[in-house]
C-alpha cells in the first residue's frame, strides 16, 4: 500500500474539517466535503498490528491524558484526536476512529451536521438525547438504549439535549466502515431487556440477526456490570481484531494491567484475557479489526 493509499484510510469521515467549527458553536452545517482532502497535515501512524507475530501489545490511556474541550454548553473528553485536540500518537485504535465522552447542558446540542462513511454509535450514560436527522427520524435516547448509524453515502443529524433542568452525558463512538456508499441507515435499542450481572453481554456486533445492534464492520461491543471481586475472561471473536476497554465507573484489571475510571486500555494480538472487577464497576468493551 503506497503513503497516498494510507493516508486517506487513517482520516476522519464525516465532513470532520469542514463541520467542527460551526456545530460546535451550535449552527447548522449547510454544506459537506470529503475530509479525506481536508486533513492530510493530521495522520497518526499508531496502534496498527504487527504482522510479523502475534506477540501481545496492549496501549494504555489514563483519564488524565485526554483531550478536552469546553465549550460552555458542551464539556467533551476525547480518547483519540478530534477537532482542535490533535495528537499523532492516539489518532485510532485500528477501525475505532473516536471515542468522546460528552456532557451537554439542558436544552442545547449539536445543530444540524453532514456525516457519511462512518460507523455513529451513541451510548447515553444520564439525561434524555434527542435525535433528528434527513432520513427522517426523530428520537429520544436515554441510559440503557443504544444508537446506531449509518451514515454511508451521506446523511445530515441533530442532537439535542430534550430536558431544560439537567445535562445529558453519553458516548458518541465512530468507527470506520468496512463498506463505502451504502444507503444511510439509523436504529436503536433498548438493551435492559438484555443486560446480565458480572458478565459481558453483548450490544452490537456485525450481524443484523444477532443480538444488540449492528454495523457494517467486523466489530462486536459488550458491555459489563461487575460487583466487587467477579472476573471472567474475554475470548476475542477474530484474530484479527483487538480489544478496547473504556472504564465507565469503578476500578478494574486486565491481565495485569490495573484500571480507574474513564482510563482507557487497548490490548491485541491475543486470543483472550482476563478481566476481574476490584471493586463495583462498569465498562465497555469495543473489539474492532486492527487492520483499516
Do not use: C
Not at 446523511?155 to 430534550?162: A, D, I, L, M, R
Not at 483487538?242 to 486500555?265: P, T
Amino acid at each position: 500500500m503506497d503513503r497516498k493509499d494510507f493516508v486517506k484510510k487513517t482520516l476522519v469521515a464525516g465532513g470532520l474539517a469542514t463541520a467542527i467549527p460551526n456545530l460546535l458553536s451550535g449552527k447548522d452545517v449547510k454544506s459537506k466535503d470529503s475530509t479525506y482532502d481536508k486533513l492530510m497535515d493530521k495522520v497518526g501512524f499508531n496502534h496498527l498490528p504487527n504482522k510479523e507475530n502475534r506477540t501481545m501489545n496492549t496501549v494504555l490511556h489514563k483519564a488524565s491524558t485526554r483531550g478536552h474541550a469546553n465549550h460552555g454548553w458542551l464539556d467533551s473528553k476525547h480518547s483519540f484526536s478530534f477537532a482542535n485536540y490533535h495528537n499523532p500518537e492516539r489518532m485510532h485504535f485500528g477501525v475505532l476512529r473516536v471515542l468522546n465522552d460528552d456532557q451537554v447542558d439542558p436544552g442545547k446540542g449539536f445543530g444540524m451536521h453532514p456525516h457519511d462513511n462512518m460507523e455513529i454509535i451513541s451510548i447515553p450514560l444520564e439525561g434524555d438525547l434527542e435525535h433528528k436527522d434527513s432520513m427522517g427520524n426523530v428520537a429520544t435516547i436515554q441510559q440503557g438504549d443504544v444508537q446506531v448509524m449509518s451514515a454511508g453515502t451521506g446523511v445530515f443529524h441533530s442532537e439535542y439535549n430534550k430536558n431544560t433542568d439537567s445535562k445529558v452525558k453519553f458516548l458518541q463512538i465512530w468507527v470506520f466502515p468496512n463498506k463505502k456508499q451504502v444507503e444511510p441507515r439509523y436504529d436503536q435499542i433498548s438493551i435492559r431487556d438484555i443486560e446480565q450481572k458480572n458478565t459481558f453481554y453483548q450490544i452490537l456486533s456485525p450481524n443484523a440477526d444477532d443480538a444488540g445492534v449492528w454495523i457494517h464492520q467486523n466489530a462486536w461491543f459488550h458491555l459489563g456490570e461487575f460487583d466487587a471481586g467477579k472476573s471472567t475472561t474475554y475470548k476475542v471473536r477474530d484474530k484479527e481484531n483487538g480489544v478496547y476497554a473504556f472504564v465507565l465507573e469503578g476500578d478494574v484489571a486486565i491481565n495485569s494491567q490495573e484500571l480507574n475510571e474513564r482510563d482507557g486500555f487497548g490490548i491485541w494480538n491475543v486470543d483472550q484475557f482476563e478481566f476481574s472487577a476490584l471493586k463495583k464497576s462498569r465498562v465497555l468493551l469495543m473489539e474492532v479489526p486492527m487492520k483499516l
